[in-house]
T-cell receptor, first 113, second 115 residues
Framework: DQQVKQNSPSLSVQEGRISILNCDYT??????FLWYKKYPAEGPTFLIS???IKDKNEDGRFTVFLNKSAKHLSLHIVPSQPGDSAVYFC????????????WGLGTSLAVNP | EAQVTQNPRYLITVTGKKLTVTCSQN?????MSWYRQDPGLGLRQIYY???????DKGDVPEGYKVSRKEKRNFPLILESPSPNQTSLYFC??????????????FGSGTRLTVV
């Protein structure tokens, strides 16, 4: 049973527009949510995170929003650039000694020039 | 440059032939972990280590071993590989007590094929 779900396998946007990537979760015990970007033949690269006690975190062009009542988070990229084309993973951190991340299956973003 | 280095990047082997995938980090991180990535299943944790000589099982440890004799190295050992271990493997490390807010640093991955 997937505890972290990214329901859109792919997304295509025009350069300069906003990209919105969505993620839903089921476990109320998650304490941090993280977004990673992955290019082909490379490992995932950490982008941005948000604590479960916050509802927004911003870093440059990237903003993550957390809606705890809906168990939903989203990553906004504004403006989108062709170099943002990659697979984006949502992950959640489980409270406890094992710093394990529970991962979504990813959304492939294509930013078209 | 701060990084996690995995070797080899690609490996094709035969069933039953023992192999080791190496992982090394130069950031003095205490915590290291191995994940495998499979289509439709995402990334799943195999083993993790919270410090030297401290290791524990993740979600899918069967068929794997690890060791942590030095802080920087965390090799993944397949004593008798089987075809269902064909996968993309990632090593990761972090200095934090929790993955957030800084997340893990990942290696570039090892594509393993067992025939």
């Amino acid at each position: 049973d997937q505890q972290v779900k990214q329901n859109s396998p792919s997304l295509s946007v025009q350069e300069g527009r906003i990209s919105i990537l969505n993620c839903d979760y089921t476990n109320s015990m998650f304490d941090y949510f993280l977004w990673y970007k992955k290019y082909p033949a490379e490992g995932p690269t950490f982008l941005i995170s948000i604590s479960s006690i916050k509802d927004k975190n911003e870093d440059g062009r990237f903003t993550v929003f957390l809606n705890k009542s809906a168990k939903h988070l989203s990553l906004h990229i504004v403006p989108s650039q062709p170099g943002d084309s990659a697979v984006y993973f949502c992950a959640a951190s489980v409270s406890g000694n094992n710093r394990k991340l529970i991962w979504g299956l990813g959304t492939s973003l294509a930013v078209n020039p | 440059e701060a990084q996690v280095t995995q070797n080899p990047r690609y490996l094709i082997t035969v069933t039953g032939k023992k192999l080791t995938v190496t992982c090394s980090q130069n950031m003095n991180h205490e915590y290291m972990s191995w994940y495998r990535q499979d289509p439709g299943l995402g990334l799943r944790q195999i083993y993790y280590s919270m410090n030297v000589e401290v290791t524990d099982k993740g979600d899918v440890p069967e068929g794997y071993k690890v060791s942590r004799k030095e802080k920087r190295n965390f090799p993944l050992i397949l004593e008798s590989p089987s075809p269902n271990q064909t996968s993309l493997y990632f090593c990761a490390s972090t200095r934090e007590r929790r993955p957030g807010p800084y997340g893990y640093t990942f290696g570039s991955g090892t594509r393993l094929t067992v025939v």
